[in-house]
């Protein structure tokens, strides 16, 4: 029942964020995908950034990190809130993942 309710919520997230229409890119980044497609791409790792998650990241994960690029992890932390997901803990995700990612600058 736990997972269901997750699974409700990061649904309603990406159902608003479509509404929205929202298009969000970092500047000077080369993602080259938009903050909604790079969120789609969160999806295998969600489940080590939950807030409070003492899971670590899954072999799928980190391979799904890798083909993200830390561009797009960039432009996910400095995007807008997302909901179940703790910023801090997906910061780390490249190091964790063993991805020799540049660390992402934080804009507030």
Do not use: W
């Amino acid at each position: 029942m736990r997972h269901t309710r997750s699974s409700k919520v990061f649904a309603t997230f990406v159902l608003m964020l479509m509404m929205t229409g929202l298009g969000v890119q970092g500047q000077g980044n080369s993602c080259g995908l938009t903050f909604f497609a790079s969120l789609i791409q969160l999806i295998p790792y969600r489940p080590a950034v939950i807030p409070f998650s003492p899971i670590p990241p899954s072999e799928t994960c980190c391979t799904a990190l890798k083909a993200l690029g830390q561009p797009c992890l960039c432009v996910l932390v400095n995007g807008p809130p997302i909901s179940g997901v703790d910023r801090n803990m997906a910061i780390q995700l490249p190091e964790k993942c063993s991805a020799n990612f540049e660390p992402c600058s934080i804009m507030n």
